[in-house]
């Protein structure tokens, strides 16, 4: 049911997942929304990019039927997941031939899927499915909870996993899960994502969903739609350079940007920050009362994502939508996931997109070498000279992909020491890593955040503005 927030007027900055999640809420509660992003385009970091004529994902994503929130939201903004991702039972395989193993999850209920996928998974020794076996129930016994986090590399090591096992199925889980390789990353946040998906009472939560549809398409550009639909303001272009309370007013923002008819001021009641964490962190500097969350954004470091398209002749195809990749840089072997993009849109047919995680020493590289030793590992891998030989290649590196994802943490909550000001974002507090779910529950908590403030009798509001900050000189 709808619940109206006194008509208050809130701006979400930044149209990423979160942003596009907390202004969606927030119009649903009854708020005056206006959504402000500084490129042209939304979704930040899970959004469209202009290559040769035709729009590409900015990064393979892949999301999980354990992402309720996300799903929920597609839904209220017009976008049937059925139609809008290819929904495959959970999975490792390796390319045919290899060294590597072939783990598929039948459609049967969990978690009887599981146990027939480990029955019969192939390139597993006896050793290996029995060490799976004791690491789930394990898991499941402590409740997918750790006393003292650790590195998933101790974890692994602690509960006996073998050679094969780490190598073939836990070190690539972590790194897409985390983007943070298992000598550093949490564990417990690791467990939380196995718990919710693998540990789940049903089957469908386990199951991947690879988009058919582009990244903007799928959430941010049918969330604007939504929002227009009902009269609240998207805004792209127009970047928020800086922040100043208003006392009783609320907050002043800085506008820039053509969209924004040059530089402005405009005030609002309440803003959400949905910024990535560093941009964040310098909108906050400013304010002395935000002073020691600033430093905490301003310490989060960043693990990149790289990711390689590559186009050949048309017709070319790969047997499964996707695959898993055995990767070994020392000897230049750098892809992880290799996704076949014509099962998933006909639109791109003859295109590979393979993904590099954690992919700090990959983005050193120069892009051509990235991709012809791309291109020379799946011709290896799956034994066709011809995929040695793109027609082109493209390769989009995020330098700032998701925060190092490591043990204990600390993440910020949602609201701040400043009145009426709170914050959205994939780094927020929460037991799951960087993902889409993350952003999406992120806005969702900003937008009950604002709400408790707007339940707050006005002079409530304004007399905590008023021994609050006098703002940045910057917006007059
Ligand atoms: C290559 C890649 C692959 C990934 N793969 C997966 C995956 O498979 N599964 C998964 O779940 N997650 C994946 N992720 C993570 C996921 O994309 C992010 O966690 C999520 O998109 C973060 O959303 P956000 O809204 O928190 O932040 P962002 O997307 O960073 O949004 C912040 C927005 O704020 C805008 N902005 C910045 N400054 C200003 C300003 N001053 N004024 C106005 N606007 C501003 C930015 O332009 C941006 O649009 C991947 C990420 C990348 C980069």
Redesign the pocket.
Known sequence: MSVPENGLRVAV???????CAAAVELDRRGARVTL????RS?????RGVAVRGAMLD??????LGA?RDTLRLMRAVGVDPERAFLRLPVQMRYPAGGDGMDFAAPRLPAPLHLIVALLRARGLAREDKLALGRFSTAARWMGWQLYKDCTVEELLLRFDQTERLRRLLWRPLCI?ALNTPPERASAQVFLAVLRDSLGAKKRAASDMLVPRLPMGALFPEAAAAHLARRGAAVRSG????ALASAGPDGWRLALNGQAAGGEAVETFDAVVL???AP?TAA?LAPHPEAGELAQQLSAFTHEP?A?CYLQYAPGTRLDLPFYALEDDPASGRWGQFAFDRAQLDPAQDGLLAVVVSAALDAAALPQDALAAAIAAQLAQDFRRPELGAPAWTQVIT?KR??FTCSPSLERPGNTTPLPGLVL???YTASDYP??????VR?GLAAATAIRAYGALPREKRSLSHSHGTQGPTSVR
Do not use: C, M
């Open positions: 900055v930044g149209g990423g997942w979160a942003g402000f992003e500084a490129a939304l979704g930040g970091r899970a900015n990064g393979q994503h892949i999301l992402y897409a127009v970047k928020v350079a949905a910024t990535p941009v909108l994502i990711t995020e992909a998701t959205a974002g994939d960087a993902t889409l779910e993350t952003a992120s």
